[in-house]
């Protein structure tokens, strides 16, 4: 490949990288360190210039893509790249029985917690009623993110799919097998929980068939924690913490009932529970 197709093909992927940069031009620049006058002949299709190496770096690294694939050498925007020291998996479960949550929430708390959950957040999902026996129907092995949290300390922010609670209510998915008063009392004490302590406690429902988030959680402006199974891929870099809350953010604006009202739908889903 000569400089001027080089030039050209890069010239495509730069202008999708800005396309799906989700904090916008003037971000991306000030993370580069590319100025406008730069930018603008990187994307000139009149000319052949290309960035060196050090910005190539800054531009893959901003953006999550690797350098091979800005020159086209290779067709998988994530491409080979090495996984960078603010980014490690920490087992859900230590070997001493410990779990990094505790540490996680300490190191947090005076700042906002943004959490979507895998299935219902466990804050809002036990059975206040002494006498009722309400099943996790969350399964084994899920995260207790909000485990220990006074909501006098941290502000506490949910995002999850409306559908999660229609199963629930419908007794389908997770709860086909669960009794209807089980049902029914899991979305009658969540509807409780989130009208008492709002706002300190906000969730919000978006509609999963429009929107897709795998389940993370930002603590604070310390770190990022995504939930994969039996451990957690955790990021700190400044940058990636203030996308996944920028994320987040996203899917609160795409929320289908302001987080102040949202206690009547789920009140409305208890009444539905048949049986």
Not at 25 to 40: E, H, M, P, Y
Not at 210 to 239: E, H, M, N, W
Request: proline fraction near 5%.
């Amino acid at each position: 490949m000569d400089k001027r197709d080089l030039s050209s093909s890069f010239k495509k992927r730069l202008a999708q990288v800005l396309a799906s940069h989700p904090a916008g031009k003037g971000q991306f620049l000030k993370a580069t360190g590319i100025d406008r006058s730069a930018l603008s002949q990187f994307l000139n299709p009149d000319s052949d210039r290309l960035p060196r190496a050090e910005t190539l770096r800054r531009i893959a690294r901003v953006s999550g893509v690797s350098v091979d694939w800005l020159l086209c050498l290779e067709n998988a925007p994530e491409g080979r790249q090495e996984v960078a020291e603010s980014v490690q998996i920490e087992k859900a479960v230590q070997a001493d029985g410990s779990t990094p949550l505790d540490r996680w929430r300490s190191e947090a708390s005076g700042f906002k917690l943004r959490y979507v959950p895998s299935t219902l957040p466990d804050m809002v999902s036990l059975s206040p009623e002494p006498n009722v026996e309400v099943t996790d129907a969350r399964g084994g092995g899920v995260e207790n993110v909000l485990g220990q949290i006074s909501l006098e300390d941290m502000d506490v922010e949910i995002a999850m799919p409306v559908q999660t609670l229609q199963d629930l209510s419908g007794r389908s998915g997770l709860w086909r097998d669960a009794e209807a008063s089980e049902c029914r009392a899991q979305l009658a004490y969540m509807a409780r929980v989130c009208r008492e302590n709002y706002p300190a406690l906000r969730l919000h429902l978006y509609d999963g068939t429009q929107i897709f988030s795998a389940p993370f959680t930002v603590f604070g402006k310390q770190r990022v924690a995504l939930y994969i199974g039996d451990a957690y891929l955790v990021v700190s870099s400044p940058d990636q913490v203030r996308g996944f809350a920028k994320q987040f953010d996203r899917l609160v604006r795409r929320a289908i009932i302001s987080s102040d009202r949202v206690h009547e739908m789920i009140s409305d889903l208890a009444s539905d529970v048949k049986g």
